[in-house]
C-alpha cells in the first residue's frame, strides 16, 4: 500500500515538473521585434528604437545586455558588454 502511495506522490511532482518547465520554456521565445543593425541588435518598440544589446549574449543566452558606449574609455571602441565583456570597435 505504502508503494502505491509514493508511485502517486511521484507521478503528481513529475506532472507538476512537466508543466512547470513547459512554462519556463515558453517565457523563453526570443524577441521577434529586434534589428541587428551595425552588428548589434536594437529593440523595436511602437515608433523607437531601443538599445542596443548585445549579439553575443542575446544569441547565446536569450539575454537582451544592453551595451554601454565605450568611446568615453577607449578611442575607436563603440560598445562595450558589461555581461560578456565583449568590445565592438567602431569599424567593424
Given at each position: 500500500?505504502?508503494?502505491?502511495?509514493?508511485?502517486?506522490?511521484?507521478?503528481h511532482e513529475n506532472?507538476?515538473?512537466?508543466?512547470?518547465?513547459?512554462?519556463?520554456?515558453?517565457?523563453?521565445?526570443?524577441?521577434?521585434?529586434?534589428e541587428f543593425f551595425?552588428?548589434?541588435?536594437?529593440?523595436?518598440?511602437?515608433?523607437?528604437?531601443?538599445?542596443?544589446?548585445?549579439?553575443?549574449?542575446?544569441?547565446?543566452?536569450?539575454?537582451?545586455?544592453?551595451?554601454?558606449?565605450?568611446?568615453?574609455?577607449?578611442?575607436?571602441?563603440?560598445?562595450?558588454?558589461?555581461?560578456?565583456?565583449?568590445?565592438?570597435?567602431?569599424?567593424?
Amino acid at each position: 500500500m505504502r508503494l502505491r502511495e509514493t508511485t502517486l506522490e511521484l507521478e503528481h511532482e513529475n506532472l507538476a515538473l512537466r508543466e512547470e518547465i513547459k512554462r519556463l520554456r515558453g517565457e523563453e521565445k526570443p524577441q521577434t521585434n529586434l534589428e541587428f543593425f551595425e552588428n548589434v541588435y536594437w529593440l523595436l518598440s511602437d515608433s523607437e528604437r531601443l538599445g542596443p544589446f548585445c549579439p553575443r549574449c542575446y544569441n547565446a543566452h536569450q539575454r537582451l545586455a544592453t551595451l554601454l558606449d565605450g568611446s568615453h574609455f577607449v578611442a575607436k571602441t563603440r560598445w562595450i558588454c558589461p555581461v560578456c565583456n565583449h568590445v565592438f570597435d567602431s569599424e567593424t
